[in-house]
């Protein structure tokens, strides 16, 4: 027997590391990954950030591309925990899932590894629009930044388990590619990254309206006032956006980096502890189903 058989336990910090380690790896000889948040980060943060700011001068205060910036580092996190999870996806069409389901390993110690190893590359890659932060005058200090990344490693845990979870129950790269961009885009659009649930937006032109025109988009819930527009959304979409856990996790890091949220700090705060947890445990219990399924019957000495 190895020594990964004689540890006791579901908690076994060697082959943690091991799994861990091999995500790194993997991140690490994948240069396309990096290229993907740096496009990323230049479609949304520059192009969209400087394109819609020449139109909306400010959000509550703040630049659009300040405002979106937390959404920007949201939406690569979102990205690389599901592209860490679609490893799985390769590992069982090679057979190499099949030789972690026969060994030894508890299934914990083996999802807890991976999961925790693409959160680490959804950190790396969630970093990467923070620095373009000076670009867009956002001076950021190590006391922002800390808490920032907590937030950004507890989002990368559940979204990397929830990532195990569809993969698991998907055998083909292009099922699990369609089902993680209809996963990903509703959670990011639905999150209040782009626009707030309310808020006054400054825009141009606005003083030159005519009061009729005034009047009938006072009716749709936009109002002009002062230096901007008073924007709220519909009902129906602020209940969407406030069930969406990406939203806690969005609003809590945009109070982290620039001051500014639209949601209880306390729901952001248990959802950034708890979702985690449970993520873990979900992604474990999907990774032991592959094991009674695809693992073949220990023989019988």
């Known amino acids: ?27 690490r000889r994948d240069r396309s990954l990096i290229f993907g948040a740096l496009s990323r980060t230049v479609l949304w943060l520059v192009i ?33 925990s599901l592209q860490s999870a679609m ?8 057979g190499l899932m099949r030789a972690m389901l026969v060994s030894p390993a508890p299934m914990f110690s083996v999802a807890l590894g991976k999961i925790l190893g693409g959160a680490l590359v959804a950190m790396i890659q969630g ?29 990368g845990v ?8 569809l993969a698991s129950r998907t055998r083909t790269f292009e099922g699990f590619g369609g089902i993680s961009n209809g996963v990903i885009q509703p959670l990011y659009f639905l999150s209040g ?34 230096g901007g527009w008073v924007v709220e959304l519909p009902d129906w979409l602020r209940i969407l956006v406030q069930c969406n856990p990406v939203s806690y996790f969005l609003d809590l890091l945009r109070f982290n980096l620039i001051g500014f949220n639209q949601l209880p700090l306390g729901l952001g705060l248990a959802t950034t502890l708890i979702l985690p947890v449970v993520s873990v445990l979900l ?5 032991a189903g592959i094991r009674r399924i695809e693992a073949p019957p220990a023989r019988s000495r």
């Open 1 to 27: 027997m190895t020594a990964l058989s004689r540890d006791r336990g579901p908690l076994r910090p060697r082959i943690i590391w091991i799994m861990c380690w091999r995500e790194l790896l993997r991140y």
């Open 87 to 94: 490893a799985l996806v390769w590992d069982r069409g090679t």
């Open 283 to 287: 992604a474990t219990r999907a990774m």
């Open 158 to 165: 559940t979204f990397t388990g929830m990532g195990v979870i």
């Open 193 to 226: 990254a782009i626009f707030p649930l309310k808020g006054i937006i400054g825009g141009v032109g606005f003083l030159d309206l005519p009061e009729t025109l005034r009047a009938e988009l006072r009716d749709r819930g936009l109002y002009a006032i002062g």
């Open 48 to 80: 969209l950030g400087f394109g819609l700011g020449a139109t909306l001068r400010e959000i509550e205060g703040y630049s659009y591309a300040q405002y979106i910036l937390p959404g920007v580092v949201t939406l690569n996190i979102l990205f690389a």
């Open 127 to 155: 970093s990467i629009p923070i620095a373009f932060a000076p670009l867009i005058g956002l001076e950021l200090s190590p006391s922002d930044l800390l808490p920032a990344l907590l937030v950004m490693f507890a989002m």
